[in-house]
């Protein structure tokens, strides 16, 4: 009994491994519109999945020098189909006490997100 | 075999059948809330969140490293300890919600939340053991008891009642 159990155990501790979600990297370059904002500092954005974070931001850069339009590109390890973002401008959160931006990754690595501030796609 | 774990199924029936009602409160809340919400947002069943991209009886990605995070054995099957947790709270919650091997379920859910609460809640302060230690004092009373009058155990062991009567 104590021989089948600890077989048991040993088989069980083998195989249930196998039973984990395959998980991969999935990269999202993000591209936000910031036309018409008055007095643009800092633009940011934060979201469910590491490295991003709903308590600090992760800086988008502008594409050119006067240009209004922001980039950050964001490697996510993941198994799941989606993630969840906001975008902020000056540390203040787009869409306040409104759901969040969800972006389907592709079906290849890397998936390109375009958005206005505070603007549902 | 079937001798030996057959007091582990069979609930035992409480004097008052009220008594029986009180005490699946906490039972089926816990088992609700453990294979509709907590549990099955990290282990794969037909009802789990199609965005978490679940497979059946799979353990979300993020889990196993979570565990492998307490050290010492965890650390060392993080894969194992992952699912036997996930599996836990989904099937063990369902299984008590039905009242069905009531027992077991109340054990393998008692055993998980012990994890939870020493390994990952308790080093992040007292107030945020209270989830886990929410559902271990709500398994307790099954692990004890049963499925009592209301459960799948009651109706699945009244036969071999008549036949011992």
Same mark, same amino acid.
């Given at each position: 009994m104590k021989t089948l159990s600890l077989l048991l155990l040993i088989f069980g501790?083998?195989?249930?491994?196998?039973?984990?979600?395959?998980?991969?990297?999935?990269?999202v370059v993000y591209l936000l519109d910031v036309r018409g904002l008055?007095?643009?500092?800092? &633009?940011?954005?934060?979201?469910?999945?590491?490295?991003?974070s709903w308590g600090? =931001?992760?800086?988008?850069?502008?594409? +050119? %020098?006067?240009?209004?339009?922001?980039?950050?590109?964001?490697?996510?390890?993941?198994?799941?189909?989606?993630?969840? &973002?906001?975008?902020?401008?000056?540390?203040?959160?787009?869409?306040?006490?409104? =759901?969040?931006?969800?972006?389907?990754? +592709? %079906?290849?690595?890397?998936?390109?997100?375009?958005a206005r501030f505070n603007v549902r796609p | 075999m079937l001798r030996l774990?057959?007091?582990?199924?069979?609930?035992?029936?409480?004097?008052?059948?009220?008594?029986?009602a009180l005490l699946i409160i906490p039972r089926v809340v816990c088992g609700y809330?453990?294979?509709?919400?907590?549990?099955?947002?990290?282990?794969?069943?037909?009802?789990?969140?199609?965005?978490?991209?679940?497979?059946?009886?799979?353990?979300?990605?993020?889990?196993?490293?979570?565990?492998?995070?307490?050290?010492g054995i965890f650390a060392l099957l993080p894969g194992f300890f992952a699912w036997m947790g996930a599996a836990s709270e989904a099937v063990g919650g369902l299984l008590l919600l039905l009242g069905l091997g009531t027992r077991v379920s109340a054990f393998?859910?008692?055993?998980?939340?012990?994890?939870?609460?020493?390994?990952?809640?308790?080093?992040q302060g007292m107030w945020n053991t209270l989830p886990a230690a929410g559902f271990l004092w709500a398994a307790l009373p099954s692990l004890v008891l049963g499925s009592g009058r209301f459960g799948l155990d009651y109706l699945l062991a009244k036969p071999r009642r008549h036949e011992n009567a």
């Open positions: 501790s083998l195989l249930l491994p196998g039973c984990v979600q395959p998980a991969h990297d999935k990269t008055p007095d643009v500092r800092q &633009v940011g954005i934060r979201g469910r999945d590491k490295p991003l600090q =931001d992760l800086q988008l850069k502008p594409t +050119g %020098p006067d240009s209004t339009l922001y980039r950050a590109v964001v490697t996510t390890h993941t198994g799941y189909l989606i993630t969840e &973002v906001k975008f902020t401008v000056n540390g203040e959160f787009e869409f306040q006490d409104a =759901d969040n931006r969800r972006i389907q990754f +592709g %079906p290849g690595d890397t998936t390109t997100y375009r | 774990l057959r007091p582990l199924f069979e609930p035992l029936v409480l004097l008052h059948w009220w008594q029986d809330l453990l294979t509709a919400e907590f549990g099955v947002a990290k282990f794969g069943l037909p009802w789990s969140p199609a965005d978490n991209n679940l497979e059946l009886f799979e353990v979300a990605f993020w889990f196993p490293n979570d565990v492998a995070a307490y050290g393998l859910i008692s055993c998980t939340m012990l994890v939870a609460i020493f390994m990952q809640q308790l080093p």
